[in-house]
């Protein structure tokens, strides 16, 4: 046990896909995987073990913003041998081309938080994916059929109320989209040399403004789930 994880030793598989939501853990779980149990629960921060064709997989959920994906992830490396991490999340599209529901896989992350220079002695880290992941992504999209867009993401802080400047600068440096947690998984992964993956879907636009319900947050990301455990396996 740990200060955030009530798990067993051995009680998470060596891959864990992580939302951010809890009750989205939950859904996966229950759609996606066989054999399911609860592992832990502490804050209602739900895990779960189960298998996917036969394979052992975790969810758990990492909350939201980077101190929190950092706890979770630093003791599920640390305290449970995790070894992969996917992150699927949703975020705020930038780039104009983007349209509600697509699927974002980032090859790296910025960031406006202060947390990722922290880990490297005050100077910008390069926040990347595992490459090997990266490219196991790449082919199980042509293999399903899916389209993701792959690029730089920003993992920002602040969801209200950012520094204005910082959606031109976005735009400038061709980052298309925000979230709040991926720069922190992948400098955590690099760090303790596992391997880290960020697939997101887009809620919502911060150029035209359109938004997903919160209802289909939760359920209606089939196909990124699908990518993620097909990438976890293949
Ligand atoms: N900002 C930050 N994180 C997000 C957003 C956003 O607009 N949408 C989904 N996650």
């Known amino acids: 046990m740990t200060p955030h994880i009530n798990a067993q030793t051995g009680d998470f598989a060596e891959t864990v896909l992580m939302p951010g939501d809890p009750l989205r853990a939950k859904y996966i779980a229950e759609t996606y995987l066989e054999n399911v149990r609860e592992v832990t629960n502490v804050r209602n921060v739900l895990g779960f073990t189960g298998e996917y064709k036969g394979?052992?997989?975790?969810?758990?959920?990492?909350?939201?913003?980077m101190p929190s994906i950092s706890i979770y992830a630093h003791e599920l490396i640390n305290y449970y041998g995790v070894k992969k991490i996917i992150r699927i999340g949703s975020c705020g599209a930038v780039d104009e081309e983007l349209k509600l529901r697509d699927?974002?896989?980032a090859t790296g992350a910025s960031t406006?938080?202060?947390m990722i220079r922290d880990r490297f002695a005050g100077y910008d880290y390069a926040a990347a994916p595992d490459f090997g992941l990266l490219r196991t992504c790449a082919d199980t999209a042509d293999k399903l059929g899916l389209s993701p867009r792959f690029g730089n993401i920003l993992s920002g802080d602040l969801f209200y109320g950012s520094n204005p400047a910082l959606l031109p600068a976005m735009q400038k440096m061709n980052v298309m989209a925000v979230e709040m947690e991926a720069a922190a998984l992948f400098a955590i992964a690099a760090e303790f040399r596992v391997k880290a993956l960020c697939v997101l879907t887009?809620?919502?636009h911060l150029i035209t403004a359109e938004?997903?319900?919160s209802e289909?947050?939760?359920t209606s990301f089939n196909q990124m789930m699908e990518l993620a455990l097909e990438t976890a396996y293949a």
Do not use: C, F, N
Not at 55 to 65: D, I, L
């Open 202 to 204: 887009v809620s919502d």
């Open 103 to 105: 699927l974002i896989v």
């Open 112 to 114: 406006s938080s202060s």
């Open 216 to 218: 289909e947050r939760q």
């Open 55 to 65: 394979k052992p997989v975790s969810v758990m959920a990492h909350g939201m913003g």
């Open 211 to 213: 938004e997903t319900s």
